[in-house]
């Protein structure tokens, strides 16, 4: 329940004072403060709302480790696009995990191919999930050529298990394998990734995402299909392989699940199924607004925990903060390919799309006759925007160099599709035997914009051009 009293005591818990003093006294000292409607001190109601506020924001520090919770039993496992979810084994009741920090040929799209840092193989790492409950055991190989560590963001655990190098843990050097163990006391999306030489390292790509379900869900918890993506960008100059983790401003990769589109695998659900997204951003340097086209949907979740019903609210653009997970829920209520994708339109270009002298409106046909002797095949682009970069690539007049991608886009069902970068397409059928991506969406006649007709424009009055 959000009181306006509850409201104070955790914005006091968000001042400097909250790292030094103990919860209890805090919240004996906002106490004394006059508080409009809150119950009166001493009344049950005023201790149930205290308890429910220690309750949500502490967790259980005694949560009892219970049997291992099972997919199909526990859960209904998550779907990582393009990833996987990492396996475990159960030995003695507690779950095993096994993460390997390794290089790794990581393919973001067709055409683009980066040498990257993840884990197990994948860039990024392969998806955890566990249940509030389960005792689990993460081993940590270090097979990089630079000391690593592994931090649980968002996870409650002891201080010595929070993967910081230098402050909480020796860095695990190459060649050394470190344990992490801790019970699970919440349920979330969450997010893991290197803590140690930052910059670099995430630069690389060392990171993933944490699922925790609740051990007794809520009926409003269940979804048809749950989804996973991780955000984020990269600087690969074109014609290299190696991200440049130094890079500050000029991202040129904006990935979903460390893949760009067209290379970013679409997310498919059956007409009315109910939908949940959990996004992550562990950018370098930027946030990104994530916007559902033809629905809208509920921000339910942030990584400090659910949203009551009450509190949730809806948008059709979520704002994703580096460092923070947001989870979106959606009823999948129209049939159709629906974009989805950043709303900074500069997260909508692959490679080469930076840089750039602004040609717009310029005619460009003289420098090209005159340049054509000295370089055969020269075409000046972007007089009438980039649009056109991609078709010109995509039919072979124009050559990119080795290892890199057009700036924009692929070929769509109607035209060319003029965006790439941190783009999916969200694919809803009436009926689906399998959630197997399945192709483009046949639409109904007379539901697509199409030329207006002499005769619709006599009939209502409206002048066109030519
Ligand atoms: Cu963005």
Redesign the pocket.
């Known amino acids: 329940m959000f009181t306006r009293r509850n409201m104070i005591l955790s914005s006091a818990a968000l001042g400097g004072a909250a790292l030094v003093a103990p919860r209890r006294s805090l919240a004996s000292a906002v106490q004394d403060q006059p508080v409009g409607a809150s119950p009166p001190k001493g009344s049950s109601r005023y201790e149930q709302t205290e308890r429910q506020w220690e309750a949500s924001y502490a967790g259980d520090r005694d949560h009892p480790i219970l049997e291992p919770g099972l997919p199909g039993r526990h859960y209904q496992p998550v779907i990582t696009p393009s990833g996987a979810s990492l396996p475990w084994k159960i030995v003695d009741g507690v779950k095993v995990f096994h993460l390997i920090a390794e290089e790794v040929d990581h393919e973001f799209a067709r055409g683009l191919r980066g040498k990257c840092w993840g884990y197990n193989g994948r860039v990024h790492g392969p998806t955890i999930e566990a249940v509030e409950g389960d005792r689990v055991r993460i081993y940590v190989t270090n097979r990089l050529i630079a000391p690593t560590s592994v931090h649980w963001h968002g996870v409650y655990l002891p201080n010595g298990m929070d993967g910081v190098g230098g402050l909480n843990q020796k860095a695990i050097r190459p060649g050394e394998t470190f344990k992490y163990e801790f019970t699970v006391r919440q349920h979330g999306t969450f997010m893991y990734h290197s803590h140690h030489d930052e910059m670099t390292q995430m630069g690389m790509g060392l990171m993933g995402m944490i699922v925790f379900h609740p051990r007794q869900p809520t009926s409003d918890y269940r979804v048809d299909r749950d989804f996973v993506i991780m ?1 984020s ?1 990269w600087k690969i100059v074109p014609g290299t392989s190696r991200p440049d983790p130094n890079e500050m401003t000029d991202f040129n990769v ?1 990935t979903m699940n460390a893949r760009a589109y067209p290379g970013t695998e679409p997310l498919v659900a059956e007409l009315n199924d109910r939908v949940r997204i959990r996004f992550g951003n562990l ?1 370098a340097m ?4 994530i916007h559902i086209h033809g629905h809208f949907w509920k921000v339910t979740a942030t990584d400090g925990g659910q949203i009551p019903p009450p509190a949730q609210w809806p948008e059709t653009t979520v704002l994703v903060p580096v460092g923070a997970t947001r989870d979106v829920e959606f009823v999948a209520s129209e049939p159709g390919d629906w974009a989805m994708h ?3 339109t500069h ?1 909508l270009m692959n490679q080469m799309g930076h840089g750039m002298p602004n040609m717009i409106g310029i005619d460009p046909s003289m420098l090209d006759r005159n340049l054509g002797p000295l370089l055969p095949g020269y075409m000046t682009m972007g007089h009438d925007g980039m649009g056109e970069h991609g078709v010109h690539i995509e039919r072979g007049h124009m050559a990119v160099p080795d290892n890199s991608i057009p700036m924009v886009g692929a070929v769509g069902p109607f035209d060319y599709i003029t965006m790439g970068g ?1 783009f999916t397409i969200v694919k809803i059928r009436e009926q689906l035997s399998s959630y197997d991506d399945p192709g483009w969406y046949e639409n109904p006649p007379g539901t697509v914009a199409s030329p207006a007709t002499r005769q619709e424009l006599a009939r209502d009055g409206v002048g066109a051009a030519g």
Do not use: A, N
């Not at 930027?286 to 607004?289: A, I, S």
């Open positions: 955000l960008e904006l950018s930027d946030h990104h607004p950043c709303h900074m997260h941190m």
